[in-house]
């Protein structure tokens, strides 16, 4: 899909369905499908799995974040996530309900690159992941003037990573979503730029409702949430209608009036030692022990099946860490861990297998490490 077909009406008054990726065969038939925009998405058992978002939904939400973004028609919108993902896709989709520019950074990631591209081309919004953010800070790249928002989604960004940013001038803020809520469910306002970085807590979108439900899992309801999911079903696809008002994230939370701190998938947790522990809180912390050294897309830790514990925790790393990095990381983190979060003996790939946003792909990781 060109980002420049989401710049036209044409497209958003089309209501023939449309995969925002590559979608295997044809799109079904199907009344529901009508007006929808197609994203794929894991599914937990290994079928294909697409989202369907309403258009309107999509620019319910662009509308959102606009507004608490303080978008106008001379801002400008720079794409440089993949289109197929919601992030990416929400922004062209913001940059057309504003009436403002667009511009696409085509060229392979480099941070010297992109940090010339927003100049050049007087990007005043953008988003981006962690991993980008990690590397404008690792090659001390300054941010151009103009530049007055960087939503970062996709992972938590931390906060020695997030302020050292901020030192070198780029207005990260820190946001939290899904695909099935078209994008973004809360971000951090504008405002939160005159004080230090903090990741969390993270202001709550108003065209979103929020509770708690089991497990102090975080259930949404509001305009932009998904119409339902199309699964492969071996060779026919199957259409899912989303049936109630409130959706099941599958996320653990703090809410409370300030916003929404995120805890780490549900489906995530392990049993070790007895114990429910989040493998995900454990790269939080090496991240955060690497006092900014150690990019997110360059590490995880993977329960693997022990015997006696239920589970035991590894830590992964990709082949270009420092070794003693490594090593002083993994010091200091076991200085204070108790039993059920101790790590067994770091595993190296090469490379640490990867998703196009940077994220860890657990299941391979863990298949690699099993072998």
């Known amino acids: ?68 973004l303080d978008v106008t028609v001379s801002s400008c919108w720079g794409l440089a996530l993949p289109l197929h ?40 919004h953008t988003s981006l992941v962690p991993t980008q953010v990690h590397d404008l800070v690792a090659g001390q790249h300054r941010a151009p003037q103009g530049l007055r928002a960087i939503v970062v989604g996709g992972g938590r960004l931390d906060t020695t990573t997030g302020r050292a940013a901020r030192a070198l001038g780029w207005p990260v803020l820190a946001s939290y979503g899904m695909t099935e809520a078209a994008s973004q469910i809360a971000t951090q306002p504008l405002a939160a730029l005159d004080a230090p970085y903090e990741s969390a807590p993270i202001p709550v979108l108003p065209i979103w409702q929020t509770k708690f439900g089991d497990d102090d899992q975080l259930l949404i309801a509001g305009p932009a949430l998904f119409s339902g999911t199309l699964i492969c079903d071996g060779e026919a696809w199957i259409y899912h209608a989303r049936s109630l008002p409130w959706h099941e994230t599958r996320d653990r939370v ?15 947790m392990v049993k070790v030692l007895g114990e429910l522990i989040d493998p995900q809180s454990i790269e939080h912390e090496l991240l955060t022990l690497s006092n900014g050294k150690l990019s997110p897309q360059r590490i995880a830790v993977i329960a693997v099946p022990d015997p006696r514990g239920e589970h035991a925790l590894v830590p992964v790393f990709d082949a270009s860490v420092d070794r003693d990095l490594m090593r002083q990381i993994l010091a200091y983190y076991s200085e204070g861990a108790p039993g059920p979060r101790r790590l067994r003996q770091p595993v190296i790939l090469e490379p640490l297998p990867l998703s196009p946003l940077g994220k860890p792909l657990r299941a391979e990781i863990l298949r690699m490490i099993c072998e």
């Open 1 to 68: 899909m060109d980002p420049a077909s989401l710049m036209h009406s044409d497209f958003w008054n089309d209501s023939a369905p449309c995969a925002a990726g590559r979608f295997t065969g044809a799109i079904p038939d199907l009344a529901e499908l009508r007006a929808q925009v197609l994203f794929e998405t894991s599914g937990s058992s290994g079928k294909p799995k697409w989202i369907a978002l309403g258009k309107h939904a999509l620019r319910v939400s662009a509308d959102a974040v606009n507004a608490h």
């Open 85 to 124: 993902h919601v992030g990416g896709f929400g922004v062209a989709s913001r940059a057309f309900a504003a009436g403002c520019r667009l511009e696409h950074f085509a060229p392979r990631w480099q941070p010297e690159t992109f940090t010339r591209w927003i100049a050049d081309f007087q990007i005043t």
């Open 254 to 268: 703090q809410l409370e009036a300030r916003g929404i701190t995120p805890l780490g998938r549900i489906d995530s």
